[in-house]
T-cell receptor, first 114, second 111 residues
Framework: EPEVTQTPSHQVTQMGQEVILRCVPI?????FYWYRQILGQKVEFLVS????????KSEIFDDQFSVERPDGSNFTLKIRSTKLEDSAMYFC????????????FGSGTRLTVV | GENVEQHPSTLSVQEGDSAVIKCTYS??????FPWYKQELGKGPQLIID?????GEKKDQRIAVTLNKTAKHFSLHITETQPEDSAVYFC??????????FGKGTRLSVIA
């Protein structure tokens, strides 16, 4: 069964450092998403991406965040200057269509900012 | 924007009993309601979904019901098994908008 792959599984970084979280969506999917989940809380939407541009973003997705699809297979989330409150699980997801035919989520990257 | 409330936050059932998790949503235009199961250390996995033109959907031991008038939908798991233990999330969206998730329910099935 096709999977969404995320690397690394766990990242520890110092406050103020830049991090890049990587995702390889399912190959025939056209819509890509980043969500985050602070420990014990709900899964929160960050950003959606279609046709090489951001289609929607939440209030959480401020100027410190950026996304990129650099080579047609990878989909990355960059946090420019990490803060303690950025510590969370970050999930990448992809879907065939934006019309809600079910997202496939990756296993997540646990980001710990110290 | 859409707001999804989910209850209960934790649920313990005896193996073989049924489990019911309920969600309400605020935006009457929402038309897609998936349920995700999240096991420890893994990402959410879609287990069942329902669209607003349907009132109920079943898949083996899992069923989802939708009441559009009341803006609530529920997940029903019958004959629960220990492997059903996980965190379950409901979500809602409309058209091309991103999914909005509930806070999750930690289900424990006691053998």
């Amino acid at each position: 069964e096709p999977e969404v792959t995320q690397t690394p599984s766990h990242q520890v970084t110092q406050m103020g450092q830049e991090v890049i979280l990587r995702c390889v969506p399912i190959s025939n999917h056209l819509y890509f998403y980043w969500y985050r989940q602070i420990l014990g809380q709900k899964v929160e939407f960050l950003v959606s991406f279609y046709n090489n541009e951001i289609s929607e973003k939440s209030e959480i997705f401020d100027d410190q965040f950026s996304v990129e699809r650099p080579d047609g297979s990878n989909f990355t989330l960059k946090i420019r200057s990490t803060k303690l409150e950025d510590s969370a699980m970050y999930f990448c997801a992809s879907s065939v269509s934006g019309n809600d035919y079910g997202y496939t989520f990756g296993s997540g990257t646990r980001l710990t900012v110290v | 924007g859409e707001n999804v409330e989910q209850h209960p936050s934790t649920l313990s059932v005896q193996e073989g009993d049924s489990a019911v998790i309920k969600c309400t949503y605020s935006d009457s235009a929402s038309n897609y309601f998936p349920w995700y199961k999240q096991e420890l250390g893994k990402g959410p996995q879609l287990i069942i979904d329902i669209r607003s033109n349907v009132g109920e959907k079943k898949d083996q031991r899992i069923a989802v019901t939708l009441n559009k008038t009341a803006k609530h939908f529920s997940l029903h798991i019958t004959e629960t098994q220990p492997e059903d233990s996980a965190v379950y999330f409901c979500a809602a969206s409309k058209g091309n908008t991103p999914l909005v998730f509930g806070k999750g329910t930690r289900l424990s099935v006691i053998a």
